[in-house]
């Protein structure tokens, strides 16, 4: 099965570097994405990994470890409107399909 | 106009009401779902549908039921609403057969059951 963890809250100032968790149990494995969303909002996609190592979109960055069953996303040059919720989904083992969501890092960028 | 469109953004019921959910798309996926969003319990998946003839349970499909009337579009329903339905609902649509594929999302409609 999976178990997903995320930090719950995080805080970090405006212009700082900040990098949220996620790991994860899981018996097999078909990729990892990160999605942004903000208060009331729908989630948006931000990175997808099934490799080992980091992708990087902009001020973005998105690590995996397969053998650790660890990922980071890693915001840089933080702005106001990085405050958001950030959700960690993985592709279950087996097929199917459907991403199974952690329950999101809150994130707070202050002056 | 939202690849993804879901009708009402916005209801208010009471307990013992049929309430629909609907989600239309113009994505031209295959693959369609719903989810629905609680505070601290992060997105959980109600029902998927990978065709018009395909119907799945999530992980919390129980007081729910989907109808796939064509490609595009997928209603959820609850029966009789209880108030512990009260939360945010997704539909998402995503490519077929593509484990890289990204989920779209609606805007979301937020239920309210009193």
């Known amino acids: 099965g999976q178990n997903i963890d995320q930090p719950t809250e995080m805080t970090a100032t405006e212009g700082a570097i900040v990098q949220i968790n996620c790991t994860y149990q899981?018996?097999?494995?078909?990729?990892l994405f990160w999605y942004q969303q903000h208060a009331g909002e729908a989630p948006t996609f931000l990175s997808y990994?099934?490799?080992?190592g980091l992708e990087e979109k902009g001020r973005f960055s998105s690590f995996l470890s397969r053998s650790k069953g660890y990922s980071y996303l890693l915001l840089k040059e933080l702005q106001m409107k990085d405050s958001a919720s950030y959700l960690c989904?993985?592709?279950?083992?087996?097929?199917?399909?459907?991403?199974?969501f952690g329950t999101g890092t809150q994130l707070k960028v202050e002056l | 106009d939202a690849d993804v469109t879901q009708t009402p953004r916005n209801r208010i019921t009471k307990t013992g009401k049929r309430i629909m959910l609907e989600c239309s798309q113009t994505?031209?996926?295959?693959?369609m779902y719903w989810y629905r969003q609680d505070p601290g319990l992060g997105l959980r998946l109600i029902y998927y549908?990978?065709?018009?003839?395909?119907?799945n349970k999530g992980e919390i499909s129980d007081g729910y039921s989907v109808s796939r009337q064509a490609q595009a579009k997928f209603s959820l329903s609850l029966e009789s609403a209880i108030p512990n339905q009260t939360a945010l609902y997704f539909c998402?649509?995503?490519?077929?057969?593509?484990?890289?594929?990204?989920?779209?999302f609606g805007e979301g409609s937020r239920l309210t059951v009193l």
């Open positions: 998402a649509t995503r490519a077929d057969r593509d484990f890289a594929g990204e989920l779209f």
């Open positions: 899981t018996s097999g494995f078909n990729g």
């Open positions: 990994n099934v490799l080992d």
């Open positions: 989904a993985v592709n279950p083992p087996g097929g199917g399909n459907k991403l199974t």
């Open positions: 994505k031209g996926h295959d693959r």
């Open positions: 549908s990978f065709d018009v003839k395909d119907i």
